[in-house]
């Protein structure tokens, strides 16, 4: 048995659905089924996202937008000093870019802001306002934020600025004062898709300004759609799709810069090239620094300056991943000092000194890690305010928890599951206690253990490249439209082994009915010994097409496995057993020693699991339950070992064995061997056995311990009497058969357990074993049943 390290919910298709699919659009099973998942359940919606022409939708169907667009006009003609007010991650730096290249092709006098993380926080602020206003500045555009600024809003009007709201996150229940709010979320908004990110929301701005659909934008507007994580359907979907494609032979100094710096080839980039390589990039800067140098680098047109920036940007990345794994380390060892899991269902963890412009990736890391809600704060005790990031687990809204803390929360903002925030140093407890209180109300148990959607079980046999290749029309993915991820249920194990330079990597050959796939698993190599190679294994992840040397074929990237029955692990043979430490997982361990000898040779301080085990009655009463048993030494009786699993249902078996000398190999005397010694000794006399006994066995190809045995079960049988070592025939004698000596039976019965037990076949071993605890189960099922 192996625990999958989530729990794993398959999506049931209907069956009919996915045949209708598959007949109407001539397409495979597999994507058929991935359609009806997704709720493109008819023919004419599946056949629109496979293959249809889509459109955008009319910019001026968002509210305000005429307001804007005609304002935004004015100050080009009049060349009024516009500013564009942006934010510091790859949404907002991309917005900001999207803008200032519509507003420069269309001649305005523009510029662009960007608040720094540290000194001035998220979003707008009075103070940089009062400096736009000082500089000039008549017409304030925020893209990716502002939905908040409802003081910053009043400012501005105080100040005689006109301003333009474009955003895309949750509005609150009170809105700024501005000249117009483009946002797709608004309450009385009626546009027809609310998901935009806020490069979107600029992207249409952008629309309404050209009067045209922006074709060249698209390449800046894709890398905030994919990296906010927005649902990418409908319009992020075309934005997604256009822009993958403009990537791919982009003529963006900028960009082609970081993707040569980073060995991207150019026509291999797809979503993933953003979400790993580009926008970790961007969020590095704004993490570290001031994001200008972002937005610097997509706007620049010199090739050695967007080099320059490149490497910038590249070492601040490489610094921002050794900044977040000291944190996560630092905050993982807070957790489990001070606030336990087991006590907190969610994680409110701060610590003076931590870099803000990272935490919210920590938070991510923590996420992963313990499956709890969690927000990591950065302390100033200078300034007696915390300020962080949090994440969230589905079933808990953190932007609707988070309000109703708004009295302690003077800033904050975000979405159901990713939020950012300040408050007071003297509020962080009391924000910890009463969202934790909300959770006590929200998530039970179940929410708790992290959960895996699943959209297909597949057969190996449905798993070839013209399935994966019609697979990719559903790309790009991404949220609402991820990557498919499949089940591959109970399938033989044909090779397993370690891959890597650290030997950290899996890769496996599964089969089925004759079918074959490959498998990868990143960082899941240390599965490889908890895996017996006679299992059936079931795993789950995401299918591809591996090229190598001009070679395609289909391969599964394995994110989980489990092993639904019991396993077999065979050590017959080894002869340390302090190994065992090192080869057995500590976790439910329970270690079964038959002879005190070995009790005493294992050292307890290491394997404090041990149990003593020597009648049948102890054997019974062992609890073996889902244990990992580990037969150290040899059993005395199979009785015994019957007993040991008979009612139990363990998880695994490590059969050791551990024996330092074997009955199996020794001469095992038959009836004419016993035949030939009682004649020599009625022809011979008494024998001193001491001085002749080894004489006479090697006389006969025999070892002495075979005429020490027949010795003794002459003396049990009473046909002969030994004294000092003289053995001598009785003159009178009944006729007994040789199974009347104790020691004949002891030595029958341990020739035939070495037999069964130590010099069997594997999968002998595994059917004695399994028809114990097959025996076990049904008994159990059965009284269930009946009760």
């Known amino acids: 048995m192996l625990k999958s390290k989530t729990r794993w919910i398959v999506r049931k298709s209907d069956n009919n659905l996915v045949k209708q699919l598959e007949k109407e659009l001539k397409i495979t099973p597999l994507v058929a089924s991935l359609l009806v998942n997704r709720g493109l359940d008819t023919v004419d919606s599946a056949r629109y996202f496979l293959f249809g022409k889509e459109e955008f939708h009319d910019p001026f169907l968002l509210k305000g937008m005429d307001i804007a667009v005609n304002r935004i006009r004015d100050a080009i003609e009049k060349q009024e000093p516009i500013l564009i007010f942006g934010d510091y991650d790859a949404d907002g730096v991309s917005s900001t870019s999207v803008l200032m290249m519509t507003l420069r092709d269309l001649g305005a006098n523009v510029q662009f802001y960007i608040p720094n993380r540290f000194t001035e926080g998220y979003g707008p602020n009075e103070r940089a306002f009062r400096h736009a206003a000082e500089s000039g500045i008549n017409l304030i ?11 910053e809003a009043s400012v501005a009007k105080e100040l005689g600025m006109d301003l333009i709201i474009t955003d895309h996150h949750e509005p609150g229940p009170v809105l700024p004062e501005a000249l117009a709010i483009i946002h797709p979320k ?10 935009l990110a806020g490069v979107g929301v600029a992207f249409k701005l952008a629309h309404a300004l050209y009067g045209e659909v922006p074709e060249h934008l698209f390449e800046i507007a894709v890398i905030g759609t994919i990296a906010d994580l927005v649902s990418l359907t409908d319009e992020n979907r075309l934005i ?28 291999a980039i797809n979503e993933e090239t953003i979400g790993f390589t580009l926008a970790p990039r961007i969020n590095a800067v704004g993490r570290l620094e001031d994001a200008d140098m972002a937005v610097q680098l997509i706007l620049t047109d010199d090739p050695e300056e967007a080099h320059q920036l490149a490497v910038e940007m590249d070492a601040l990345n490489k610094t921002r991943q050794s900044i977040v794994n000291e944190i996560t380390a630092e905050a993982i060892e807070i957790v489990e000092k001070n606030y336990p899991v087991d006590t907190n269902k969610v994680l409110v963890i701060g610590k003076e000194g931590w870099n803000a412009g990272v935490v919210g990736i920590v938070a991510s890391r923590l996420v992963d890690k313990y499956y709890r809600p969690t927000i990591i704060l950065c302390f100033d005790s200078e300034k007696g305010i915390a300020k962080g990031s949090a994440r969230s687990i589905e079933g808990f809204d953190l932007f609707k928890n988070l309000s109703t803390c708004r009295d302690i ?7 159901p599951m990713a939020a950012g925030m300040t408050l007071n140093l003297d509020n962080v407890a009391d924000l910890r206690e009463r969202l934790n209180s909300l959770a ?40 609402d439209n991820p990557k498919p991820k499949v089940l591959i249920n109970n399938v033989e194990i044909a090779s397993m082994r370690k891959i890597g330079s650290e030997q950290n990597h899996l890769k496996v050959l599964v089969n089925e009915d004759g079918s074959n796939l490959d498998g990868i698993g990143f960082g ?11 299992s059936k294994i079931s795993l789950i992840g995401e299918l591809s ?6 070679i395609r074929k289909p391969q599964i990237f394995i994110h989980d496995l489990a092993v639904e029955s019991w396993q077999l692990f065979d050590y017959r043979g080894q002869k340390r057993i302090n190994h065992i430490a090192q080869s057995v997982p500590s976790e439910n361990r329970k270690l079964i020693v038959f002879n005190k000898e070995y009790l005493d040779k294992i050292n307890a301080s290491i394997l404090p699991d041990t149990t003593f085990i020597q009648t049948k009655e102890e054997a019974e009463a062992f609890d073996g339950h889902h244990a990992n048993i580990v037969l150290v030494d040899f059993p005395p009786s199979m009785e015994i070992l019957s007993n040991l699993f008979k009612g139990k249902q363990p998880a695994r078996i490590y059969a050791y064995f551990y024996k330092e000398s074997s009955d199996f190999f020794s001469t095992v005397p038959t009836r004419d061997h016993f035949k030939w010694f009682y004649a020599y000794l009625l022809k011979k006399g008494p024998l001193d056995l001491n001085r002749y006994g080894d004489v006479i066995a090697k006389q006969r190809g025999w070892s002495q311990e075979t005429i020490i045995f027949m010795s003794k079960v002459f003396s049990e049988l009473d046909f002969v009497t030994i004294n000092n070592g003289f053995i001598t025939l009785n003159n009178q004698t009944q006729k007994r058969e040789l199974t009347d000596s104790r020691t004949y039976q002891i030595k029958q019965k341990q020739y035939a357990l070495e037999k069964d ?6 999968q002998e071993l595994k059917n004695w074993f399994d028809q114990m605890i097959h025996e076990s189960v049904e008994t159990e099922e059965a009284i269930k049943e009946w009760i």
Do not use: C
């Open 524 to 534: 899941l190599g240390a599965l490889v010994d908890q895996i017996s190679p006679a």
């Open 757 to 762: 037990l130590l010099f069997s076949s594997f």
């Open 545 to 550: 097409i591996n090229e190598w040397n001009n």
């Open 409 to 415: 929360l003077p800033h904050f903002g975000g979405h």
């Open 240 to 267: 997604a799709k256009k822009g993958l494609e403009k990537l791919k032979v982009t003529q963006n100094v900028g960009l082609k810069a970081i993707f040569k710096l980073a060995g991207v080839d150019p026509t």
């Open 141 to 151: 555009i925020t893209v990716d934020t502002g939905i908040s600024a409802v003081h």
């Open 440 to 479: 006590e109300d929200q998530l039970t148990d179940k929410h708790l253990i992290p959960v895996t959607y699943l959209d297909e079980e597949v057969r190996l046999e449905d798993v070839h490249l013209s399935s994966l290749d019609e697979m990719n029309l559903l790309s790009p993915f991404g949220m």
């Open 186 to 195: 608004l309450p009385d908004s009626n546009y027809p898709f609310r998901e």
